[in-house]
T-cell receptor
């Protein structure tokens, strides 16, 4: 079945550092890909999405590119802030199947 | 608050008791999804409902768990005879249209169940 694998955390970075969180997927067909973010004590919020190969999703300085050839959707940000500390989930959806999530990567940004 | 509302936010039960978790979707949304998040794990899909119908329950445990979304009122996830392994955060999400590969789910803040 469909699955998402993302890098294990936690990831600890200093403010203004460059962030990459790797995500690869396995799916039949052509899924849509998502990054969700969960701030402490809150539910998940959609951060960005891409619906077809070579699409780039972006939001709040974060971006991810849908790479069909490497089945990847890595999340990047050029300069992280303390307020970016959260758990980040990569997810996919194929047609009408439920969203499938990765295990999440906890990011801690220190001043 | 027009977001997805879940209650209770925290629930403590003893083994063998029943837990009921409620979810009111966003206004205008008729599709509801329940996910479970175990400690240090990702979200696992449990069930997808529309008003008065269960569309996909492939992630629901076969015993003790049930879900409904009546014509009036919130969606309810019911866990009978809880065990310690049921301790988790249960998230509800809603959408305006059915799941599709361009759809976005709107999540509630979750209900954290602790079984003593």
């Amino acid at each position: 079945g469909d699955s998402v694998t993302q890098m294990e955390g936690p990831v600890t970075l200093s403010e203004e550092a460059f962030l990459t969180i790797n995500c690869t997927y396995t799916a039949t067909g052509y899924p849509s890909l998502f990054w969700y973010v969960q701030y402490p004590g809150e539910g998940l919020q959609l951060l960005l999405k891409a619906t077809k190969a070579d699409d780039k999703g972006s939001n709040k300085g974060f971006e991810a590119t849908y790479r069909k050839e490497t089945t990847s959707f890595h999340l990047e940000k050029g300069s992280v802030q303390v307020s970016d500390s959260a758990v980040y989930f990569c997810a996919l959806s194929s047609g009408n199947t439920p969203l499938v999530f990765g295990k999440g990567t906890r990011l801690s940004v220190i001043a | 608050n027009a977001g997805v509302m879940q209650n209770p936010r925290h629930l403590v039960r003893r083994r063998g008791q029943e837990a009921r978790l409620r979810c009111s979707p966003m206004k205008g949304h008729s599709h509801v999804y329940w996910y479970r998040q175990l400690p240090e794990e990702g979200l696992k899909f449990m069930v997808y409902l529309q008003k008065e119908n269960i569309i996909d329950e492939s992630g629901m445990p076969k015993e003790r768990f049930s879900a409904e979304f009546p014509k009036e009122g919130p969606s309810i996830l019911r866990i009978q005879q809880v065990v310690r392994g049921d301790s988790a955060a249960y998230f509800c999400a809603s959408s305006k249209v059915g799941q599709s590969n361009t759809g976005e789910l709107f999540f509630g803040e979750g209900s954290r169940l602790t079984v003593l």
